[in-house]
Protein backbone atom coordinates (compact mmCIF):
# COMPACT_ATOMS: atom_id res chain seq x y z
CA UNK A 1 0.00 0.00 0.00
CA UNK A 2 1.69 3.33 -1.02
CA UNK A 3 1.44 6.46 1.68
CA UNK A 4 1.07 9.99 0.48
CA UNK A 5 5.16 10.42 0.26
CA UNK A 6 4.87 7.36 -1.70
CA UNK A 7 2.39 8.78 -4.15
CA UNK A 8 4.44 12.37 -4.43
CA UNK A 9 7.42 11.23 -5.30
CA UNK A 10 6.73 8.53 -7.49
CA UNK A 11 4.40 11.46 -9.38
CA UNK A 12 7.97 13.39 -9.22
CA UNK A 13 9.72 10.44 -10.46
CA UNK A 14 7.66 9.95 -13.41
CA UNK A 15 7.01 13.82 -14.22
CA UNK A 16 10.93 14.42 -14.10
CA UNK A 17 11.94 11.26 -16.54
CA UNK A 18 9.04 11.81 -19.24
CA UNK A 19 9.38 14.98 -18.92
CA UNK A 20 12.90 14.99 -19.19
CA UNK A 21 13.30 12.08 -22.25
CA UNK A 22 10.73 13.85 -24.34
CA UNK A 23 12.76 17.43 -23.96
CA UNK A 24 15.97 15.63 -24.47
CA UNK A 25 14.87 13.99 -27.32
CA UNK A 26 11.38 15.80 -29.36
CA UNK A 27 12.46 19.31 -28.02
CA UNK A 28 10.91 20.48 -31.07
CA UNK A 29 7.26 19.06 -30.22
CA UNK A 30 7.10 19.78 -26.76
CA UNK A 31 5.11 22.77 -25.78
CA UNK A 32 7.34 26.22 -24.73
CA UNK A 33 5.93 26.37 -21.73
CA UNK A 34 6.85 23.09 -20.32
CA UNK A 35 10.40 23.33 -21.35
CA UNK A 36 10.19 26.86 -19.47
CA UNK A 37 8.98 25.22 -16.16
CA UNK A 38 11.62 22.38 -16.67
CA UNK A 39 14.17 23.89 -17.93
CA UNK A 40 16.47 26.69 -15.59
CA UNK A 41 19.99 28.03 -15.08
CA UNK A 42 22.42 27.41 -17.61
CA UNK A 43 20.48 25.94 -20.05
CA UNK A 44 16.77 27.61 -19.23
CA UNK A 45 14.50 27.87 -22.46
CA UNK A 46 15.55 31.24 -23.90
CA UNK A 47 12.37 31.74 -26.19
CA UNK A 48 9.90 34.27 -25.81
CA UNK A 49 6.84 32.18 -25.44
CA UNK A 50 5.23 31.27 -22.48
CA UNK A 51 6.68 34.53 -20.69
CA UNK A 52 3.72 34.19 -18.20
CA UNK A 53 5.76 31.75 -16.30
CA UNK A 54 8.20 34.70 -15.60
CA UNK A 55 5.07 34.99 -12.69
CA UNK A 56 6.28 32.16 -10.62
CA UNK A 57 9.88 32.55 -10.98
CA UNK A 58 11.94 32.63 -8.23
CA UNK A 59 16.06 32.78 -8.11
CA UNK A 60 18.48 30.16 -8.49
CA UNK A 61 19.90 31.16 -5.16
CA UNK A 62 17.44 30.61 -3.52
CA UNK A 63 18.82 26.82 -3.19
CA UNK A 64 20.31 27.88 -0.75
CA UNK A 65 16.87 28.05 1.54
CA UNK A 66 16.95 24.06 0.97
CA UNK A 67 19.57 23.51 2.89
CA UNK A 68 19.08 25.69 5.68
CA UNK A 69 15.81 24.34 6.22
CA UNK A 70 17.33 20.68 5.92
CA UNK A 71 20.40 21.72 8.00
CA UNK A 72 18.30 22.91 10.61
CA UNK A 73 15.45 19.71 10.16
CA UNK A 74 18.36 17.57 10.67
CA UNK A 75 20.13 18.57 12.95
CA UNK A 76 17.23 18.95 15.75
CA UNK A 77 16.32 15.50 14.55
CA UNK A 78 19.34 13.87 14.87
CA UNK A 79 19.53 14.96 18.24
CA UNK A 80 16.14 13.87 19.14
CA UNK A 81 16.99 10.40 17.67
CA UNK A 82 20.26 10.58 19.97
CA UNK A 83 17.71 11.54 23.20
CA UNK A 84 15.42 9.04 22.58
CA UNK A 85 17.87 5.77 22.27
CA UNK A 86 20.87 7.05 24.19
CA UNK A 87 19.13 8.84 27.21
CA UNK A 88 15.91 7.47 27.13
CA UNK A 89 13.67 10.25 26.24
CA UNK A 90 9.87 9.26 25.18
CA UNK A 91 8.81 10.29 21.82
CA UNK A 92 5.88 12.57 21.84
CA UNK A 93 3.00 11.41 20.90
CA UNK A 94 1.77 13.77 18.36
CA UNK A 95 5.05 13.15 16.65
CA UNK A 96 4.56 9.53 16.21
CA UNK A 97 0.84 9.93 14.89
CA UNK A 98 2.13 12.97 12.20
CA UNK A 99 4.46 10.21 11.19
CA UNK A 100 2.00 7.40 11.55
CA UNK A 101 -0.67 9.81 9.37
CA UNK A 102 2.28 10.67 7.05
CA UNK A 103 3.87 6.66 6.24
CA UNK A 104 0.63 4.72 7.02
CA UNK A 105 3.28 2.27 8.57
CA UNK A 106 2.67 -0.01 12.27
CA UNK A 107 6.08 -1.60 12.23
CA UNK A 108 9.98 -0.72 11.99
CA UNK A 109 11.45 -1.55 8.83
CA UNK A 110 15.09 -0.62 9.98
CA UNK A 111 17.64 -0.68 13.01
CA UNK A 112 18.31 2.04 15.27
CA UNK A 113 22.00 1.82 14.16
CA UNK A 114 20.94 1.82 10.29
CA UNK A 115 18.48 4.68 11.31
CA UNK A 116 21.13 6.95 13.35
CA UNK A 117 23.80 6.27 10.50
CA UNK A 118 21.33 7.28 8.08
CA UNK A 119 20.42 10.34 9.64
CA UNK A 120 23.87 11.68 10.46
CA UNK A 121 25.49 11.08 7.37
CA UNK A 122 21.94 13.06 5.69
CA UNK A 123 22.67 15.58 8.11
CA UNK A 124 26.15 16.21 7.07
CA UNK A 125 25.12 16.33 3.05
CA UNK A 126 22.87 18.99 4.28
CA UNK A 127 24.96 20.96 6.36
CA UNK A 128 28.14 20.49 3.08
CA UNK A 129 25.37 21.80 0.98
CA UNK A 130 24.68 24.64 3.15
CA UNK A 131 28.23 25.71 3.59
CA UNK A 132 28.16 25.57 -0.54
CA UNK A 133 25.46 27.69 -1.15
CA UNK A 134 26.22 30.50 1.36
CA UNK A 135 29.70 30.65 1.33
CA UNK A 136 31.33 28.58 -1.96
CA UNK A 137 28.90 28.64 -5.20
CA UNK A 138 27.97 31.77 -7.22
CA UNK A 139 24.67 32.26 -8.01
CA UNK A 140 24.07 34.54 -11.13
CA UNK A 141 21.69 37.22 -10.68
CA UNK A 142 19.44 36.70 -13.31
CA UNK A 143 19.51 32.81 -13.18
CA UNK A 144 15.89 31.77 -12.38
CA UNK A 145 13.68 28.60 -11.88
CA UNK A 146 10.65 27.68 -11.22
CA UNK A 147 8.48 27.89 -7.95
CA UNK A 148 7.67 23.61 -8.27
CA UNK A 149 11.37 23.61 -8.33
CA UNK A 150 11.78 25.36 -5.26
CA UNK A 151 8.65 23.72 -3.60
CA UNK A 152 10.12 19.74 -4.40
CA UNK A 153 13.57 20.94 -2.66
CA UNK A 154 11.85 21.97 0.26
CA UNK A 155 9.46 19.14 0.10
CA UNK A 156 12.24 16.56 -0.87
CA UNK A 157 14.86 17.11 1.98
CA UNK A 158 11.51 17.28 4.47
CA UNK A 159 10.86 13.85 2.82
CA UNK A 160 13.50 12.02 3.66
CA UNK A 161 13.99 13.13 6.84
CA UNK A 162 10.52 11.92 7.73
CA UNK A 163 11.10 8.67 5.91
CA UNK A 164 14.54 8.39 7.88
CA UNK A 165 13.38 8.82 11.59
CA UNK A 166 9.57 7.66 10.74
CA UNK A 167 10.50 4.22 9.79
CA UNK A 168 13.18 3.62 12.81
CA UNK A 169 12.34 1.42 16.46
CA UNK A 170 10.14 3.96 18.88
CA UNK A 171 8.86 6.22 16.49
CA UNK A 172 7.18 3.53 14.58
CA UNK A 173 4.56 1.72 16.65
CA UNK A 174 4.01 0.90 20.34
CA UNK A 175 7.14 -0.62 21.34
CA UNK A 176 8.73 -1.73 24.59
CA UNK A 177 12.28 -0.60 24.80
CA UNK A 178 13.45 -3.93 25.68
CA UNK A 179 12.79 -5.48 22.91
CA UNK A 180 13.85 -3.27 19.95
CA UNK A 181 16.09 -4.06 17.14
CA UNK A 182 19.22 -1.59 17.73
CA UNK A 183 21.57 -3.49 15.09
CA UNK A 184 20.93 -6.44 12.32
CA UNK A 185 23.75 -8.08 10.42
CA UNK A 186 22.52 -6.39 7.02
CA UNK A 187 23.99 -2.77 8.83
CA UNK A 188 27.11 -4.76 10.55
CA UNK A 189 27.86 -5.84 7.01
CA UNK A 190 27.20 -2.12 5.11
CA UNK A 191 27.62 0.20 7.39
CA UNK A 192 31.47 1.03 6.83
CA UNK A 193 31.77 0.65 3.22
CA UNK A 194 28.76 2.70 2.87
CA UNK A 195 29.80 5.14 5.25
CA UNK A 196 33.26 5.76 3.29
CA UNK A 197 31.61 5.23 -0.56
CA UNK A 198 29.37 8.71 1.06
CA UNK A 199 32.59 10.65 2.50
CA UNK A 200 33.99 9.66 -1.13
CA UNK A 201 30.71 11.25 -2.89
CA UNK A 202 30.86 13.93 -0.07
CA UNK A 203 33.91 14.87 -0.71
CA UNK A 204 33.71 14.86 -4.72
CA UNK A 205 30.75 16.48 -4.83
CA UNK A 206 32.24 19.42 -2.61
CA UNK A 207 35.34 19.71 -5.07
CA UNK A 208 33.36 19.80 -7.94
CA UNK A 209 31.40 23.06 -6.68
CA UNK A 210 34.52 24.49 -5.67
CA UNK A 211 35.76 24.14 -9.22
CA UNK A 212 32.51 25.74 -10.84
CA UNK A 213 32.85 28.38 -7.99
CA UNK A 214 36.17 29.33 -9.43
CA UNK A 215 35.24 29.64 -12.66
CA UNK A 216 33.91 33.19 -12.10
CA UNK A 217 36.18 33.98 -9.72
CA UNK A 218 39.79 35.83 -9.82
CA UNK A 219 42.25 33.43 -9.04
CA UNK A 220 44.62 35.87 -7.12
CA UNK A 221 41.94 38.03 -5.38
CA UNK A 222 39.33 35.32 -5.45
CA UNK A 223 36.39 38.07 -6.23
CA UNK A 224 33.77 37.24 -8.29
CA UNK A 225 34.59 38.67 -11.72
CA UNK A 226 32.08 36.83 -14.02
CA UNK A 227 28.73 35.44 -13.69
CA UNK A 228 28.85 33.65 -17.54
CA UNK A 229 29.74 30.02 -18.01
CA UNK A 230 32.90 28.22 -19.12
CA UNK A 231 33.90 24.85 -19.51
CA UNK A 232 35.22 23.18 -16.02
CA UNK A 233 38.03 20.90 -15.84
CA UNK A 234 40.06 18.66 -13.10
CA UNK A 235 39.05 15.62 -10.95
CA UNK A 236 35.91 14.01 -12.60
CA UNK A 237 35.17 16.32 -14.94
CA UNK A 238 37.80 14.57 -17.33
CA UNK A 239 35.19 11.53 -17.41
CA UNK A 240 31.90 13.58 -17.13
CA UNK A 241 30.04 16.77 -17.43
CA UNK A 242 27.89 16.53 -14.45
CA UNK A 243 30.16 14.75 -11.56
CA UNK A 244 28.35 16.65 -9.09
CA UNK A 245 25.05 15.16 -10.02
CA UNK A 246 26.80 11.35 -10.25
CA UNK A 247 27.76 12.14 -6.72
CA UNK A 248 24.51 12.81 -5.65
CA UNK A 249 23.13 9.77 -7.53
CA UNK A 250 25.72 8.01 -5.08
CA UNK A 251 24.72 9.54 -2.01
CA UNK A 252 21.64 8.76 -2.03
CA UNK A 253 22.49 5.18 -3.18
CA UNK A 254 23.83 4.41 0.00
CA UNK A 255 21.11 5.98 1.79
CA UNK A 256 19.20 3.10 0.46
CA UNK A 257 21.33 0.84 1.47
CA UNK A 258 20.83 1.88 4.45
CA UNK A 259 17.32 2.25 4.57
CA UNK A 260 15.52 -0.30 1.94
CA UNK A 261 12.35 1.13 2.67
CA UNK A 262 9.59 1.68 0.08
CA UNK A 263 9.15 4.57 1.19
CA UNK A 264 12.96 5.30 0.18
CA UNK A 265 13.25 3.75 -3.08
CA UNK A 266 10.53 6.22 -4.51
CA UNK A 267 12.66 9.05 -3.17
CA UNK A 268 15.57 7.45 -4.62
CA UNK A 269 13.46 6.98 -8.13
CA UNK A 270 12.78 10.94 -8.18
CA UNK A 271 16.89 11.38 -7.53
CA UNK A 272 17.98 9.21 -9.97
CA UNK A 273 15.41 10.67 -12.50
CA UNK A 274 16.05 14.23 -11.79
CA UNK A 275 19.49 14.11 -11.85
CA UNK A 276 20.27 11.97 -14.88
CA UNK A 277 17.99 13.58 -17.19
CA UNK A 278 19.52 17.27 -15.54
CA UNK A 279 22.73 15.94 -16.69
CA UNK A 280 21.66 14.51 -20.29
CA UNK A 281 20.60 18.72 -20.34
CA UNK A 282 23.90 20.02 -18.94
CA UNK A 283 26.15 17.66 -21.06
CA UNK A 284 24.09 18.73 -24.58
CA UNK A 285 24.15 22.18 -23.95
CA UNK A 286 27.86 22.39 -22.93
CA UNK A 287 28.68 20.72 -26.49
CA UNK A 288 26.36 23.38 -28.01
CA UNK A 289 27.74 26.34 -26.53
CA UNK A 290 31.22 25.26 -26.60
CA UNK A 291 33.07 24.34 -30.15
CA UNK A 292 36.35 22.52 -28.39
CA UNK A 293 34.11 20.83 -25.42
CA UNK A 294 36.21 17.84 -25.08
CA UNK A 295 34.73 14.74 -27.05
CA UNK A 296 35.62 11.80 -24.62
CA UNK A 297 33.60 13.08 -21.56
CA UNK A 298 29.66 11.80 -21.04
CA UNK A 299 26.81 13.54 -19.26
CA UNK A 300 26.97 11.84 -15.73
CA UNK A 301 28.45 8.20 -15.65
CA UNK A 302 31.98 7.34 -16.72
CA UNK A 303 32.10 5.01 -19.89
CA UNK A 304 28.13 4.87 -19.61
CA UNK A 305 25.81 7.51 -20.24
Known sequence: MLNILDIIF???AFAATVTGVLINNFEKHVPP?????????????????????????VPKAWYRHFYLFSSLFGV???TYMTSVYYFNLTVNKFFTILLRLLLEQDEPTVSVTAAIIAMTL??????????????????????????SHYLAGIIHYF???????????????????????????????????CSLIFLFAWYEQFKTNIIFANLRKDKKSGK???????????????YISSPHRMCEIIIYTVLLLLIPTK??????????????????????????TFKNYPTERLAVFPYLL
Open 10 to 12: LGL
Open 159 to 193: ACIVATVGQAPLFCGNQNREYITWNDTRTTVLAIP
Open 263 to 288: TFFCIYLWVLGNQIQTAIQAHEWYKK
Open 76 to 78: ITL
Open 33 to 57: FIIKGYRYGSFAYKGSDANFLQLIE
Open 224 to 238: VVTEEHSVPNGRLFK
Open 122 to 147: LTIQCLKRLYETYIVQVFAKSSKMNL
